[in-house]
């Protein structure tokens, strides 16, 4: 071969001997066949098989057999965000004319999406109270295909009764779907709770270092694959095994630093509700969580983000008191190393249910720092809402703790 040839041809190495803990980055667009017959029979390859990088490459095929494992699922799909997931979970599966039921506490953007583009596109949706299966029952019509549910609901955090909603769906032929993030499959396994599919925004705990975009789909029953796969192809849309291969690093760390987080925030959750200025700590492993029986009947563990509702005098002053923070960084998402301060807007994402607490609410998450110098940020800005009161005095600190 002359040289302009050999630029574009790539030898074959022999891989004996290379055994890498490492998963190999592949990328790739074309997939090329060793002849026209193989090329021409390249659809009988299926869902397992490679035809186009579009589709998958080694690379992101062993992040889907990751997740599906720890799902305990059939297959998974990546996609480019936690939110794409969650579209690409719903449209396959709706119609104009058809009814789609969603948890009111949902994640605002699944909610925009429903309210803007699926109403754009003639499907009824319509909202549920999700401490309620009663509220389910009710609303479910012989047109409904979809319930969608999160659980924990997004900043507020309430617990839903999945396996008795999921009953209720099956027996009017719905389809269930859950976006699982808080909980990441080390937490809560949605598939074996009646679920029909499950969604992660792996953007957060799992990739873990706040550097990456992704989102994954995992299935219960390879019935639902192939509408999904087919819309996935239909919309070209494709993730990067760059991309794939920063999830699975940080995937391997997943457990110890989850572990870190659940018991960190766990901590500083019941410090933080004792002190004045706080009306409620919402987080489903505190036992005053209205939700906690459920949280500990079907979840095998917490994760490190959680929320704090202040007394009206105090959440007036939240976006001053935010600019004391030191170690908290001020930011969306969470999952990542860096311990994560937001205040969320609840105000305009309610409508089945009612919302009787301020307008915006300081969502926590915790990440790899020294506590210490973590609980001594937060003594700052509680400092901050309530200046009269002297927050870094061992009182109210031990008292909490005793709690």
Request: glycine share 8%; hydrophobic share 45%.
């Amino acid at each position: 071969m002359n040289d302009l040839t050999q630029c574009v041809f790539t030898p074959e190495v022999l891989a004996n001997g290379f055994n890498p803990l490492g998963v190999g980055v592949h990328r790739a667009s074309t997939i090329v066949f060793k002849d026209a017959a193989a090329y021409a029979s390249r659809g009988d390859r299926g869902h397992e098989g490679y035809s186009y990088g579009l589709y998958g490459t080694p690379t992101t095929r062993t992040l889907e057999a990751k997740l599906t494992t720890l799902e305990e699922g059939a297959w998974s799909f990546l996609t480019p965000s936690g939110q794409a997931a969650n579209a690409l979970a719903v449209l396959p599966f709706l119609a104009a004319g058809d009814h789609i039921l969603i948890a009111d506490t949902a994640y605002p953007p699944m909610r925009e999406l429903a309210e803007t583009d699926l109403k754009r596109l003639g499907v009824e949706v319509e909202f549920f109270d999700p401490m309620s299966a009663d509220d389910v029952a009710a609303k479910m019509r012989k047109t409904t295909k979809i319930v969608w549910c999160e659980s924990p609901g997004s900043t507020t955090m309430e617990i839903m009764d999945l396996p008795k909603i999921a009953a209720i769906a099956h027996e009017h032929g719905a389809i269930v779907g859950v976006d699982n993030t808080w909980a990441t499959p080390l937490n809560f396994k949605p598939l074996k709770h009646g679920a029909d599919i499950v969604t992660e925004a792996l953007t957060k705990f799992v990739s873990g270092h706040s550097d990456v975009l992704m989102g994954s789909i995992t299935i219960k029953d390879t019935a639902l694959l192939k509408p999904i796969r087919s819309l996935i192809g239909r919309m070209g849309i494709g993730v990067s095994p760059d991309d794939a291969s920063l999830v699975l690093r940080g995937f391997e760390t997943l457990g110890v630093r989850l572990r870190h987080s659940e018991r960190v925030a766990l901590e500083f959750a019941r410090k933080i509700a004792a002190h004045p200025a706080v009306e409620q700590v919402l987080h489903p492993a505190l036992e005053s969580f209205p939700g906690h029986a459920l949280w500990k009947r079907d979840f095998l563990g917490s994760s490190g983000v959680f929320s704090i509702v202040f007394k009206p005098e105090a959440a007036a002053h939240v976006a001053t008191a935010l600019d004391t923070l030191k170690v908290f960084a001020i930011g969306a998402s969470w999952g990542g190393t860096r311990s994560l301060a937001a205040p969320m807007s609840i105000d305009g994402f309610r409508t089945a249910t009612s919302w009787s607490g301020p307008g915006v609410i300081l969502r926590l998450s915790i990440g790899l720092e020294d506590e210490t110098e973590l609980w001594a940020d937060i003594d700052r800005l509680l400092a901050a809402l309530v200046p009269e009161i002297d927050v870094s005095s061992e009182g109210p600190r031990s008292a909490a703790g005793r709690g």
